[in-house]
């Protein structure tokens, strides 16, 4: 997880403001959006749930202004599913007159789980001032309040922390204003025969269009930012479903038009309270902006986008095929780290050659489009990469790619080279079947975004029974598990892993795990 966290604070960035504007331009209409709780509901016992916590219906959400709540008295209500957007309530008094201010506490969380953690025992790395809660003193009832921040939740705990012994707290009128810039309603929706590929491509589109904001972020609940390797996974899962080419196009002009003094795009970018980019620099997100601009130009060619961005694009080619030495190999350093998951337990030098190799592709497709007289020297720069990775980096007795000095066999490396397309179709199906035979089932990996990957090679080469049977034993299992949206992290072995320490912290609806509506679209039903 460390491995993004970066303070390169003395980088200087340029600020193009032709870019920016056009950024601006194809921002994004927010549609608001009031939504009311469907119960009140309470923590039960759930064996089956996320840390074996459910809830269990009590009343109807109707009948809260009925209830006088004094001290440690609790209410949680259930909204239905979940929602990102902003909460207000009506607060008033019962009983002998107001003889002291209302102490009120709120907390929200997208899984009942979230509720059974307290923030004061939280103490991992992460800041706990993302911990959706909020206590508040109120001097004067009744009172129409309305929480100034953006929550991710599906629950909302009140607690009435004091009263005094003469009079209670009634509430009323609880709503939440859901925001988001697309409408999963408006989405065709494909005749999907298996019901549970039913439920997880519907689980997926809602985790999209939760993500669908200003920007397409990364989380809701937190980092609320825009990360070029969410993005790239989120324009495909888009293209497949909401088709809203303007807000991609916007997130490709905010990193293009943000890069550092020497040309390279960083991770991710902020737009609050200002444009501003981050200082985090992971080589194989910098080389994703080309996936991205080629997979936009694939889907909707805009030769405008093509001819602001093609020389962003084509920097961070050749920033990368500076580190390759003279035999094709990409030398990787630490100043400029590849991400390809979060997990630092494997070693990443063959799936970054892989990525370099899959993006040298896509920005050949985009240097014919662009009539770029190097197009010659980026192919055989391609042949080369590819060149060492069949005779240095592939072991044809165990038939599986090696990485590092310790040639060591990994999933994200066989992944990685089965996607770039470095074998045939054939040699393809061999490595991803030896790595299912051998790999399986997957240890060290948490994460949906290393799962798209894993899915996606096993379409690739052909094994779509095994790819259908890891999106439901993956994405499948988040559900089992209570999930309305798709999480951050997930280990299904450890259903209660967190990278943070504690699940207080866990994005509960995370951009990078929305992709099995585009797998689903893309090879079981066909994107024509």
């Known amino acids: 997880m460390a491995f993004t966290f970066q303070i390169n604070n003395q980088v200087k960035f340029n600020h193009d403001q032709r870019l920016l504007e056009k950024a601006t331009q194809s921002k994004p209409i927010i549609h608001y959006r009031d939504v009311v709780p469907q119960a009140i509901v309470e923590l039960v016992k759930d064996s089956t749930k996320l840390e074996g916590w459910g809830t ?44 002291s201010p209302l102490f009120i506490k709120f907390k929200f969380a997208e899984m009942p789980a979230e509720l059974k953690h307290q923030s004061d025992d939280y103490d991992g790395w992460l800041s706990k001032s993302w911990i959706q809660e909020e206590y508040i003193h109120l001097d004067v009832l009744p009172t129409h309040l309305e929480l100034p921040r953006r929550y991710s939740f599906r629950y909302v705990e009140i607690t009435i922390i004091d009263t005094s012994p003469k009079w209670q707290a009634v509430l009323s009128n609880p709503t939440l204003i859901s925001e988001t810039s697309v409408n999963s309603k408006d989405v065709m929706l494909p005749n999907i025969k298996d019901t549970e590929l039913q439920n997880i491509y519907q689980v997926g589109l809602k985790t999209l269009e939760d993500c669908m904001q200003d920007v397409f972020e990364d989380g809701p609940k937190r980092d609320r930012r825009l990360w070029i390797g969410d993005l790239r996974l989120q324009a495909l899962a888009d293209y497949a479903t909401f088709k809203d080419v303007d807000l991609v196009k916007r997130c490709l002009y905010l990193f293009g038009a943000m890069t550092a003094e020497d040309g390279r795009v960083p991770a991710n970018v902020f737009t609050k309270p200002r444009n501003l980019p981050d ?8 080389l994703f902006f080309i996936s991205v601009l080629d997979d936009f130009e694939k889907f909707h060619l805009d030769r405008e986008v093509l001819h602001d961005l093609y020389p962003i694009a084509k920097k961070q080619m050749n920033v990368a095929l500076n580190k390759i030495d003279q035999n094709g190999h990409l030398v990787i350093d630490d100043d400029y780290p590849v991400f390809i998951d979060w997990s630092n337990d494997f070693d990443k030098d063959t799936a970054g050659q892989a990525v370099l190799i899959y993006t040298l592709r896509q920005f050949i497709d985009l240097a014919e489009i662009m009539g770029d007289q190097e197009i010659d020297q980026y192919s055989q720069q391609l042949q080369l990469l590819i060149s060492y990775s069949q005779t240095a980096l592939y072991d044809p007795a165990q038939g599986l ?8 066999v990994n999933i994200a490396s066989q ?6 397309h ?14 299912v035979a051998q790999l399986f089932p997957i ?79 893309k090879y079981l039903i066909g994107e024509g």
Request: hydrophobic share 40%; aromatic share 14%.
């Open 56 to 99: 269990t219906f009590i009343k109807k959400a109707s009948e809260l202004p009925n209830l006088r709540l004094k001290r440690d008295q609790r209410v949680i209500l259930d909204f239905g599913d979940h929602y990102v957007g902003k909460f207000s309530i009506d607060l008033n008094s019962a009983g002998s007159p107001m003889d």
């Open 422 to 435: 470095v074998m045939d179709d054939a040699k393809n199906n061999e490595v991803m079947t030896n790595a």
């Open 415 to 420: 992944v990685w080279m089965v996607l770039a």
């Open 443 to 521: 240890t060290g990996i948490a994460t949906p975004y290393m799962y798209h990957h894993v899915t996606q090679a096993l379409f690739e080469a052909g094994l779509s029974n095994e790819a259908v049977k890891l999106m439901k034993h993956y994405w499948g299992k988040m559900i089992s598990l209570g999930a309305n949206t798709y999480w951050e992290a997930f280990e299904p072995a450890t259903p209660d892993y967190s990278p943070y320490g504690s699940p207080i912290l866990n994005s509960y609806c995370h951009a990078w795990s929305c992709t099995p509506v585009y797998l689903i679209q």
């Open 279 to 286: 200082d985090t620099f992971l080589l194989d997100y910098s």
């Open 401 to 408: 790619f090696i990485s590092g000095s310790q040639k060591e």
